[in-house]
């Protein structure tokens, strides 16, 4: 006789889960109820716990980051791996964001969409979620542009004309390509010069 000592799956009905709002997120967390050593980040309500970052995913968004903030300067803040609040049930945790001001006009709160010019993922094994689901909160937040750097096959998803049921535009670009974000035109970047080197 088998015995299952795996627990049965559980079916639960979507509209039955508990939706926590921002507030209450942070009230988790201020209550130790949420780890704060544990990464987590709040999407539609849901917390959810944020993948591990490997050395390719480390040192491609160190390049992003150093890239753009050497080439534009002051001009806006690049935040990396820290909240923004697209609305009161979602508050995610992007690998970058460029946005408006400086540090200290967030001090009462993190950026609005608003707020933002721009935000990327650095995928390596989180492409399907980055690409099929956060894609669509950013879309109806009105996140004007979204990127996916696609560790694995070396490639970029730019995601663009927010609609409230996702992006109408989806391009995937390969080596050696460049582009700009559409906020700053005058910006091109290289793909293979943001991406980790081939070993």
């Known amino acids: 006789m088998t015995t299952n000592i795996y627990p049965p799956t559980l079916n639960a009905d979507s509209n039955r889960l508990k939706r926590w709002t921002v507030e209450e997120y942070h009230r988790l967390s201020e209550l130790g109820i949420i780890d704060r050593h544990q990464r987590t980040e709040l999407i539609a309500g849901q917390i959810f716990l944020m993948a591990a970052k490997g ?41 970058l964001a460029i946005v408006r001001g400086t540090i200290l ?37 009105g996140i004007t542009e979204y ?21 109408a535009t989806h391009l995937i670009l390969a080596e050696p390509n460049e582009f700009s974000p559409l906020a700053f035109p005058n910006l091109t970047l290289n793909l293979t010069a943001i991406l980790p080197p081939v070993n």
């Open 55 to 95: 050395t390719p995913h480390v040192v491609a968004l160190q390049i992003l980051a150093d890239t753009l903030r050497d080439r534009l300067g002051n001009e806006v803040l690049i935040r990396t791996q820290d909240p923004i609040q697209l609305d009161n049930f979602s508050e995610p945790e992007p690998d």
């Open 105 to 141: 006009d967030y001090t009462a709160h993190h950026p609005y969409p608003q707020d933002v010019y721009l935000v990327v993922e650095v995928a390596d094994a989180t492409l399907k979620d980055d690409c099929e689901i956060k894609d669509k909160r950013y879309a109806e937040a």
């Open 147 to 167: 990127w996916v750097v696609d560790l694995k096959n070396r490639q970029l998803h730019v995601f663009r004309q927010p609609t409230p049921t996702g992006y």
